[in-house]
């Protein structure tokens, strides 16, 4: 870590290599998209490479770069003013598990999240799958813990709904 | 406020219990009402059917497995970070001896057109702009003010970009530019190519063009800094992703349409500061957008 924070190309493709496909999922969780989800993985990278130099230590590194990706992915969805991911289904349908052992009911879930609305998908993605708090939610994205917890409690009606179809 | 079995409907208590079943699944309700959802939960298999899916849905949440991107991503991000770079110096000053130096991602000449364009932009603007704000006032008071004269004056060439007395048709006229780029002296918009409309004019802007000291008018260097920029921008947009660029490109879009509307206004009402001070903001944006581009 501290050899890529000094600028060593090699020793931040390690750290890629070791969290893309954590940084990849939240992508497409978050953002509907596959396609969209690969290119602001990248953006997450390159972003994380800017900023690993401020990179002090006092959290994880993992925690770090989790909170460095989400907000990327939410500059990102303000700044295309993603209301819905039209091909979102087929989109994350296409994508690979990398424990396939889970396989039907995985993707039934995945499936079901990419067809929530978007502000719905988004808090359920960051508190249900990604394990933020309310007030961490809250704070991203610049609504009341209230509002966090009655969209969070939506999306799970609405998966609930999707699933048992 | 708890509610009793007995004294309401079994579906009333369904609904009472769904209601709730948010603030409850969140440990957000007093103690009281805690136990009447736990009991209400026991008594009726329909509602705990359905906390049973939730408690489901939560728990595979938690479990999601990773997904594997469908391609290497690596050879993007490093092609993103891998543009020819100049150590900056001042960012090592205090560094302990031995410590490898940190290589910005800004490339020698991205860096040198962005600064020189900078310095440039800000200091002639700010002093066209400052001057206007004065000169504007007096020559409005000294010219008898008639609008329509004054845009008409505007569609002469010295007002769009040549220095008073230099006739637009003679080539062989020096050039009044401080960056040699084949379009500055162009009056197109940014994103869409398309002319300005030269009768949208400020009056003020007018007036102080026809004084020999300001061979350049706050429109004129407006549009030149930005021609100049635009085909740095243009070279960037062909390196930044395809996602990027169409944000950019709308904001741009959105941004020139603001200038446009100004425009429009400002030639309805040639004096109107407050239509003024809008279009001034709106070139301004552009501009701090295209630099930001620029410089990424």
Redesign the interface.
């Known amino acids: 870590m501290s050899a890529a924070a000094t600028g060593d190309r090699q020793a931040f493709e390690r750290v890629y290599r070791a969290h893309a496909e954590r940084v990849f999922s939240v992508c497409v969780r978050m953002l509907g998209d596959r396609v969209l989800a690969e290119e602001v993985t990248q953006d997450v990278f390159v972003r994380v490479w800017q900023k690993l130099p401020g990179f002090r230590g006092e959290a994880a590194f993992s925690t770090w770069l989790h909170r460095v990706a989400v907000n990327v992915i939410l500059s990102r969805r303000k700044n295309l003013g993603i209301q819905h991911g039209r091909h979102a289904e087929e989109d994350t349908l296409e994508v690979t598990p990398s424990r396939p052992d889970s396989v039907s009911e995985r993707l039934d879930l995945e499936e079901a999240i990419a067809g929530l609305p978007a502000g719905a998908r988004r808090i359920f993605v960051l508190h249900d799958v990604e394990g933020f708090t309310h007030e961490e939610i809250g704070e991203q994205l610049g609504i009341t813990t209230g509002g966090s917890k009655a969209q969070l409690h939506r999306a799970r009606l609405l998966l609930r709904t999707a699933l048992t179809r | 406020m708890t509610t009793t079995g007995s004294s309401v409907s079994h579906a009333n208590d369904c609904a009472h219990f769904e209601a709730q079943?948010?603030?409850w699944?969140?440990h957000?309700l007093d103690a009281s009402a805690q136990q009447w959802m736990t009991t209400h939960r026991h008594r009726c298999a329909a509602c705990a059917r359905?906390v049973a899916?939730?408690e489901t849905?939560?728990a595979?949440?938690?479990t999601?497995?990773?997904?594997?991107?469908?391609?290497d991503?690596?050879q993007?991000?490093?092609g993103?970070?891998?543009a020819p770079v100049i150590p900056i110096p001042s960012t090592f000053v205090g560094a302990p001896a031995g410590?490898?130096?940190?290589?910005r991602?800004v490339t020698v000449r991205w860096f040198a057109i962005a600064a020189t364009l900078l310095v440039a932009v800000s200091s002639v603007v700010t002093w066209q702009v400052a001057r206007r704000g004065i000169t504007g006032m007096t020559s409005s008071d000294s010219t008898g003010s008639n609008p329509a004269q004054v845009i008409a004056r505007a569609d002469t060439p010295a007002s769009v970009g040549v220095p008073a007395g230099i006739s637009p048709a003679d080539s062989s006229a020096p050039r009044d530019v401080s960056l040699d780029i084949p379009s500055a002296t162009g009056t197109t918009h940014v994103a869409t190519g398309s002319p300005l409309p030269r009768n949208a004019r400020r009056a003020g802007v007018t007036a102080v063009a026809n004084d020999d000291a300001d061979l350049l008018d706050v429109d004129v260097t407006y549009e030149r800094e930005i021609s100049a920029l635009r085909h740095i921008v243009d070279e960037r947009f062909g390196e930044l992703?395809?996602?990027?660029v169409?944000?950019l490109r709308r904001n741009l879009e959105i941004i020139d349409q603001a200038i446009a509307d100004s425009r429009t206004a400002l030639a309805r009402d040639p004096r109107s500061a407050v239509v003024s001070s809008q279009l001034d903001r709106a070139l301004q944006a552009k501009l701090s957008l295209m630099r930001r581009v620029a410089l990424l």
């Open positions: 079943l948010g603030a699944l969140e957000d359905l899916d939730l849905v939560i595979d949440a938690s999601l497995p990773p997904l594997t991107p469908p391609r991503l690596w993007g991000i490093e993103r970070l891998d410590t490898p130096a940190r290589q991602t992703d395809s996602g990027t169409t944000v």
